[in-house]
Every structure is written in C-alpha cells, then in structure tokens.
C-alpha cells in the first residue's frame, strides 16, 4: 500500500505539469487576453514577474550567490572505543566510556546561479527557463588525535593492526577531507495556471536536469605496524592511506510547480513583497565510476599498494528539490512605467540526492548506499526587460 502510494506522488509531480500545460489550448480570444493580462511567473523558481509594455523582450536574466553545504552520509573513517580482545601480548583492556566516530568536517561552500527566461506572452505565458548552478570543491581537513588502544578504522585498508591486538588498529592520528565538485543545469518549460490570480500564482513546469559531479575522499591512518619484512619483524611508525573519488554524469525528467503569494498586494508603501516556493522531483539516469586506493607508506617511504580498483554503475538518482523564500520586484521606466522589472529574493534551499553516495562499494565494509543533502541560502536578483 506505501509503495503504491509513493508511484502515485511521483506520477503525480511528473505528469501534473505537462497536464496542465496541455489545458485550455482551445480557448477562445477573450480567455486567451485575460490569461494575457495575468502575471506570469516569469523567472521559474522566483516570483511572479509583471506584464511589461509591448515594447519588451519579455526576456529575463539573473543571478545568484549561493552558500550551500553538501552533507554526504556515510563517511565513517574510523570509531573509537572498541576494547581489543586478550592477545597474546595484550590483556582486556576495558573501554574508558562512550566513544565517537570520525567524519569528515563540512562547511558552508561559496557558489552562484546564472538564469535566463524568456516568456511568450502571445501563448498564455509559457515560458522557457534555463539555470546552471556551481558549488566551490574545497573543503576543510580533518585532523584528530586517536586513543591507540581502543580506535579502529572502518575502511579496509591493509595490516596496519598492532602487534598482540587482534582488532585493534593502534591508530594516533587521522586525517580525512571530503571535496566535491558540483555542476547542474536545469531545462524548463513552464506556464502561468489558471488557478493563478493577482494574489496567488502557481505555475507547473517540466523539463531536464543535467548533472557532473565528483567527489573525493581521502584520508591517512597514522599508527604503529607490523614491518613488511618478515625475516625481522619489528613494530615501526606507519602511514597507510585510502583515497577514494566517486564520478556521477547524467541527465533526467523533472517536473514540479512554483508558487507565490503576494504578500501585500494593496500596500501603498510596500507592493509585490511575495511569499515564493519550489516543490520538485528529478529522475536522472547516470553513470558512477567508483575508484578505491589503498596502500601503506613505510618509513622508508616505500609505498605498499594493498588495492586498487575501479567499478562503473548505472542507475536512476531520484532527486527531491524544495525551496521557501521571499521576493520583491518593482516595474519602471517608460512612460507607464511599464518597461523594465528589477527582483530580489532570498530563499533557502534543499536537495535530496537519494542512494547518491557508493563511496564504500568497493570495500570490504560496504555500509550501503547513501543519501546527500544540499542546503543553504540563496540570495539574488535578476532583470526583465
């Protein structure tokens, strides 16, 4: 029953837009003017833009700087307090208390939109919308000083296990980063409804999503080892290493509706101060390369290769987009002061990129596929003309 119920949500979202873009292409001259007459929503995600004079392009273009943070679920690099079981030089050593795990940290990533509309007035609004979205790579390193009797590492990455302990690791310190590289373009045709008004403004769209991404995992174990050279095996100081980078190309349908609500449409002092939101749905068809390296750097810097290997995969990315925010616009120039439409906004933004992460596919501990989340605060503004 869930599962029939989730089909029919997605189909509606798909399937609602083109719909309604379809209705009403019989209608006759008097409806065809009054639709005319009604604002459109003429930046797709933003507000509902004004009707300009017949001297416009009714072309829109904008943009936006973004601070979005990308959260990547699964990134477990190492968990503290786990005892190590008697060995044959070891005791139990009991574990101090409640342990954590390591993660890499996320921040606040700089960024910006760039859009471009362009409406046509003379077939009921429809509008032609097209937005790129870039997301800065860099990101913070981790760095954390371990408690050697009772951390091990989650990732398979090779014999770093100390002499006596069979399951701990005898780690020191971790270092671990998470950079991405983000770039998505959205394709939309969308169309000012019916049930808009002068207040309340709906307008379902449809389109294309196109998306490249990367990201990179990279972290370094710090610890004592057994060395490699097993005629004298002595326990030495030890870097072993696992850099992983996930690749994810591709492009889907996407439907949705945008909405605002006039917040003050008869106010003197402030006019088209509008409530704006984004309900959306994306299935993008993709190709991921997931590329797994481990290996060990030994005091004399000899590098050890443990693994290293490579897997493609194609799949169906569901991708769930909401927004909620506000918007000014204000019309000038002309002699009605009907010529050119300026707009601000500010919104907050969310994605959900569902089973987006295979990180770990290649491991020996795979901890399944992985959920990330894009949010953060969109600010802006843009120009009819």
């Known amino acids: 029953m869930n599962s029939n119920k989730s089909f029919k949500i997605i189909y509606f979202f798909f399937f ?32 509902a833009g004004p009707k300009l004079n017949e ?134 045709i969308g169309r000012l409804s019916s049930l808009a008004t002068n207040i309340f403004s709906l307008r379902p769209f449809w389109g294309i999503r196109s998306t490249w991404q990367t990201g990179y995992w990279n972290t370094d174990f710090f610890g004592t080892a057994l060395d490699q050279n097993f005629l004298t095996p002595s326990i030495q100081l030890d870097t072993t290493y696992v850099h992983i980078q996930q690749k994810t190309s591709g492009a889907g349908i996407r439907g949705g509706l945008d909405f605002g609500f006039n917040l003050s449409p008869n106010n003197s002092y402030v006019q088209n101060l509008l409530l704006t939101g984004t309900l959306s749905m994306s299935g993008i068809y993709c190709s991921t390369d997931v590329t797994w390296v481990t290996g060990e750097i030994l005091p004399t810097r000899v590098n050890n290769v443990y693994q290293s290997t490579q897997q493609k995969i194609y799949r169906i990315i569901p991708v769930v987009d909401l927004s909620l925010g506000l918007g000014w616009n204000y019309t000038f120039g002309g002699e009605c002061k009907d010529r050119y439409n300026v707009e601000l906004h500010a919104s907050w933004d969310t994605q959900c990129w569902i089973n987006y992460g295979q990180y770990t596919a290649n491991s020996l501990y795979q901890n399944g596929h992985q959920n990330m989340n894009v949010q953060g605060l969109t600010v802006g503004g843009s120009l009819f003309f």
Do not use: C
Not at 17 to 41: F, H, Q, R, Y
């Open 16 to 47: 609602f837009p083109i719909l309604t873009l379809a209705a009403n292409t019989g209608s006759n001259k008097v409806a065809e003017k009054d639709s005319m007459e009604k604002p459109a929503l003429s930046d797709g995600i933003r507000y």
């Open 55 to 188: 001297d416009a392009l009714n072309i829109q273009i904008g943009a936006d700087y973004i601070i979005w943070e990308i959260n990547q679920e699964g990134l477990i690099t190492a968990v503290n307090n786990i005892s190590s079981v008697p060995g044959t030089s070891d005791p139990y050593k009991p574990i101090p208390g409640v342990g954590t795990i390591y993660t890499p940290n996320t921040k606040a990533r700089n960024g910006f939109k760039v859009h471009a509309d362009l409406i046509v007035s003379t077939y009921e609004n429809v509008d032609f919308f097209v937005e790129y979205i870039w997301l800065d790579r860099s990101a913070p390193e981790t760095q954390a000083t371990t408690n050697p009797d009772f951390t091990h590492p989650q990732l398979s990455v090779g014999p770093v296990v100390f002499d006596g302990a069979a399951t701990t690791s005898n780690l020191t310190n971790i270092n671990t980063v998470f950079k991405f590289e983000y770039n998505l373009i959205d394709f939309e």
